[in-house]
């Protein structure tokens, strides 16, 4: 027995008729629906007909690469034939939860219109997001209640605090605090031990001197307070007073460069006009010999 179809022709052999149709069921293939799809369907206003139809729909482009099955095609597919099939789809494009849009067809390579099933995943998962945000929001909310969550709040809490009060006299807890009040944000482990080795080299004093001018410059940053600390220990300024006379200096410095730079401009100026009033000189005694 010949089985004809549009993609292949099949002799059947004589035997188990259970068999052909398991052989047809695997042959076949199968619809992948998305679970989601199923488990909002009806919060989207998709009811049950039309919601076959749309897994047939599916169905159709999948297997059968169809963009746009016609009314005679859907007659074996949807309970009222052709009718409800123009009813059923004519709701669809109403509730915008399809869209007919231009497809370029190779086959017959020509454009072509087919059915869009992006309006429909799109407010699937604008009713995902919402249903996850608020899963979100009621999962913290949970673990904030929960009597665990807040114990171990309490013990980081406590951590932190017995490990600052344990260091000498609080110089490292007080340097910390201005650091992070500072920065805006906690000091990480390393920052913190690197407060320590400052400490072992320089007063305190000076340390919140460099943080100062660090802040009024935009550098809340390590790498540059260390710079400072770095060029005060080189200089062997160990006070506030040392470092004012150090900026002192350094400003008449740069000052009395800057009066050379401009005195060394004007005497080249000077010079160059009296090489000038020279030329012209002998230029004149030229002329009246």
């Known amino acids: 027995m010949l089985k004809t179809n549009k993609k292949a022709v099949k002799r059947y052999r004589a035997g188990n008729i259970t068999a052909a149709f398991g052989a047809d069921l695997l ?17 989207l206003g998709i009811t049950d007909n039309e919601m076959m139809l749309l897994i047939q729909l599916i169905r159709l482009r999948s297997e059968e690469k ?151 410059m935009g550098k809340n940053n390590f790498r540059y307070i260390d710079a400072i600390l770095m060029e005060w220990q080189k200089n062997k300024l160990t006070t506030l007073q040392d470092i004012e006379r150090y900026d002192e200096e350094f400003k008449k410095r740069r000052s009395n460069r800057g009066q050379t730079s401009s005195n060394k401009k004007h005497d080249q100026n000077n010079s160059a006009q009296s090489s000038d009033n020279e030329r012209k000189k002998l230029y004149d005694a030229l002329l009246m010999s």
């Open 27 to 43: 042959v076949n293939g199968s619809t992948s629906v998305p679970n989601l799809l199923l488990k909002y369907y009806s919060r």
């Open 66 to 216: 169809i963009l746009y099955p016609e009314a005679e095609e859907m007659e074996n597919c949807i309970n009222g034939g052709a009718n409800q099939f123009g009813l059923l789809m004519d709701n669809l494009l109403e509730k915008e939860l399809i869209s007919i849009t231009e497809y370029y067809d190779f086959n017959k390579d020509m454009v072509v219109d087919g059915i869009d099933f992006e309006p429909l995943y799109e407010k699937l998962s604008e009713l995902w997001a919402c249903d996850k945000m608020s899963e979100i929001e009621q999962t913290k909310n949970i673990l904030e209640k929960s009597p665990k969550h807040n114990s171990v709040n309490n013990i980081t809490a406590e951590n932190r605090t017995t490990n600052r009060e344990d260091q000498p006299d609080g110089k490292v807890l007080n340097i910390c605090t201005m650091f992070e009040r500072e920065f805006a944000r906690p000091l990480s482990p390393m920052e913190v031990e690197r407060i320590r080795q400052w400490l072992e080299e320089v007063d305190s004093v000076l340390i919140m001197e460099a943080l100062r001018r660090a802040v009024l």
